[in-house]
């Protein structure tokens, strides 16, 4: 069993920049790929950056060139660097852990609590 932590989430003005924690406990860190995921009021769950199997990152459309997913194996310490934040990105931010395919792929999927960020002036 893990668990994901996140922390980081606040309020900050359009424009602004806030970085997001995640840290793993378990040792799912070399076995699983992680991810962001959002949720705005009224709004499905939609993905923000997560990790491929082959070692990419895939993002949104709508955050391209803004967010950036990092991971620092030392600490079992995924991040989402946001900047030129906007008030659109004003949701829930959560963190998903997947486990890699085969012989994993059985594995369970965790998710994080979330974390607030609003994008306001």
């Known amino acids: 069993q893990a668990q994901l932590v996140e922390s980081g989430g606040g309020l900050v003005q359009p424009g602004g920049s806030l970085r997001l924690s995640c840290a793993a406990s378990g040792s799912i860190f070399a076995i699983y790929t992680m991810g962001w995921y959002r949720q705005a009021p009224g709004k499905e769950r939609e993905l923000v950056a997560r990790e491929t199997s082959g070692g990419t990152t895939n993002y949104a459309d709508s955050v391209k060139g803004r967010f950036t997913l990092s991971r620092d194996k030392s600490k079992n310490t995924v991040y989402l660097q946001m900047n030129s934040l906007k008030p659109e990105d004003t949701a829930v931010y959560y963190c998903?852990?997947?486990?890699?395919?085969?012989?994993?792929?059985?594995?369970?999927?965790?998710w994080g609590q979330g974390t607030q960020v609003t994008v306001s002036s």
């Open positions: 998903n852990a997947q486990p890699l395919p085969l012989p994993y792929s059985n594995y369970p999927a965790y």
